[in-house]
């Protein structure tokens, strides 16, 4: 198994070259052994840019509505569904025998401004309800997995049971959890349902209080016989910290043990802090990523690797993340101009391995 250093020789020296998924699958057999890579997908390019779709097409084979299934896409105005987006993009995946999975039920992020009037616990229920069962019931047989409930845990370890602040928290308390992951099942019985969580992977005090947070939060859903079926780790890498691949291993294990399925749901690596150096940036980006998937690998075959966007020209990270000399940030698999980097041939090569 290649090390931190043996990968970026490899890199350099190009024995882990950048191809396309549909390039590297041999046969069926081999095809239905590879673990399946996703992407999630811009509206505005996937509508409009051929190179865009084509890159799509040639790399993914399941994708995730970027933003589409969020509160505030989703619900404009109280009593206001729009589905065009999610529905677009489920039919793009169906045309191009993908699939597509649902990103997220219920999130602290992206709400509406009307969710602001949400004012007793009998309002906060009967909404939460009426979004799950109706949104969960239009895709059911469709979408088979399900974010349910995104990034729960407080960065600060938070007020209640270190849960993050939210309208459904305020008004439901940490019910609200169980109350989605219920409400998710009763509307797709068939659909696997994920808890998805980030910075969990890195060395550092932060880091370690995350990962405890999240498996006491997991242990007690379970305890409580709430249908959690998998847990999804984001992997929004933070470039300048090292992957604690030892504690991570044990997480993915613990997880494994508690019988749930492992899922890598948003992988990128922020690279602001990272030197401009195009190369130097770009083999210390996918050692991360190698780093990271390694430690997951050691102990569990994950159900997915999905990153949050497909190329450099279209990602979330210069928003909260800019570089500070200018140059464009590079956190994906392909560059700009739809080139596969170095990253690509790590994710490829795990997306190969077999447990």
Same mark, same amino acid.
């Given at each position: 198994?290649?090390?931190? *250093?043996?990968?970026?020789?490899?890199?350099?020296? &190009?024995?882990?070259? $950048?191809?396309?998924?549909?390039? =590297?699958?041999?046969?069926?057999?081999?095809?239905?052994?590879?673990?399946?890579? $996703? *992407?999630?997908?811009?509206?505005?390019?996937?509508?409009?840019?051929?190179?865009?779709?084509?890159?799509?097409? @040639?790399?993914?084979?399941?994708?995730?509505?970027?933003?589409?299934?969020? /509160?505030?896409?989703?619900?404009?105005?109280?009593?206001?569904?729009?589905?065009?987006?999610?529905?677009?993009?489920?039919?793009?995946?169906?045309?191009?025998?993908?699939?597509?999975?649902?990103?997220? +039920?219920?999130?602290?992020?992206?709400?509406?401004? /009307?969710?602001?009037?949400?004012?007793?616990?009998?309002?906060?229920?009967?909404?939460?309800?009426?979004?799950?069962?109706?949104?969960?019931?239009?895709?059911? $047989? %469709?979408?088979?997995?399900?974010?349910?409930?995104?990034?729960?845990?407080?960065?600060? %370890?938070?007020?209640?049971?270190?849960?993050?602040?939210?309208?459904?928290?305020?008004?439901? &308390?940490?019910?609200?959890?169980?109350?989605?992951?219920?409400?998710?099942?009763?509307?797709?019985?068939?659909?696997?349902?994920?808890?998805?969580?980030?910075?969990?992977?890195?060395?550092?005090?932060?880091?370690?209080?995350?990962?405890?947070?999240?498996? =006491?939060?997991?242990?007690?859903?379970?305890?409580?016989?709430?249908?959690?079926?998998?847990?999804?780790?984001?992997?929004?890498?933070?470039?300048?910290?090292?992957?604690?691949?030892?504690?991570?291993?044990?997480?993915?294990?613990?997880?494994?043990?508690?019988?749930?399925?492992?899922?890598?749901?948003?992988?990128?690596?922020?690279? %602001?802090?990272?030197?401009? =150096? !195009?190369?130097?940036?770009?083999?210390?980006?996918?050692?991360?990523?190698?780093?990271?998937?390694?430690?997951?690998?050691?102990?569990?075959?994950?159900?997915?690797?999905?990153?949050?966007?497909?190329?450099?020209?279209?990602?979330?990270?210069? @928003? /909260?993340?800019?570089? @500070?000399?200018?140059? !464009?940030?590079?956190?994906?698999?392909?560059?700009?101009?739809?080139?596969?980097?170095? +990253? /690509?041939?790590?994710?490829?090569?795990?997306?190969? %391995?077999?447990?």
């Amino acid at each position: 198994m290649l090390g931190s *250093a043996g990968l970026a020789g490899a890199l350099a020296s &190009g024995t882990l070259t $950048g191809r396309a998924a549909t390039a =590297t699958v041999a046969s069926p057999a081999r095809a239905n052994r590879r673990i399946p890579y $996703g *992407a999630c997908v811009n509206f505005a390019p996937l509508q409009n840019e051929s190179e865009y779709r084509i890159a799509i097409e @040639t790399y993914c084979q399941q994708l995730t509505p970027e933003g589409g299934l969020f /509160w505030d896409y989703l619900r404009p105005a109280r009593g206001q569904f729009n589905f065009d987006f999610p529905d677009k993009v489920l039919a793009f995946a169906d045309t191009n025998e993908m699939t597509m999975r649902g990103h997220t +039920l219920v999130w602290y992020g992206a709400m509406p401004d /009307w969710t602001k009037e949400i004012a007793s616990a009998a309002e906060a229920e009967r909404e939460l309800t009426n979004h799950i069962e109706k949104v969960v019931s239009r895709y059911r $047989g %469709k979408i088979k997995t399900w974010h349910v409930v995104n990034e729960p845990i407080d960065d600060a %370890k938070g007020s209640v049971a270190g849960l993050r602040p939210s309208v459904w928290l305020t008004q439901l &308390g940490p019910k609200y959890i169980d109350m989605a992951f219920r409400l998710a099942h009763r509307a797709d019985p068939s659909a696997e349902l994920v808890l998805n969580e980030y910075d969990i992977e890195c060395v550092g005090e932060a880091f370690t209080a995350r990962r405890e947070a999240l498996l =006491t939060l997991i242990r007690d859903l379970l305890a409580r016989g709430v249908p959690l079926h998998g847990i999804g780790l984001q992997g929004h890498i933070r470039g300048q910290y090292e992957i604690d691949e030892d504690a991570l291993s044990r997480f993915v294990s613990e997880i494994r043990s508690l019988g749930l399925s492992v899922h890598v749901t948003e992988l990128d690596v922020i690279d %602001k802090d990272l030197p401009g =150096t !195009i190369t130097v940036r770009d083999v210390i980006v996918a050692a991360r990523a190698h780093d990271f998937l390694h430690a997951i690998f050691a102990v569990a075959r994950p159900s997915v690797i999905a990153t949050w966007g497909i190329t450099d020209r279209y990602t979330w990270v210069p @928003t /909260w993340f800019k570089r @500070t000399d200018g140059l !464009i940030n590079r956190p994906l698999p392909l560059d700009e101009f739809y080139r596969p980097k170095p +990253l /690509w041939s790590v994710i490829d090569y795990f997306c190969q %391995k077999a447990v």
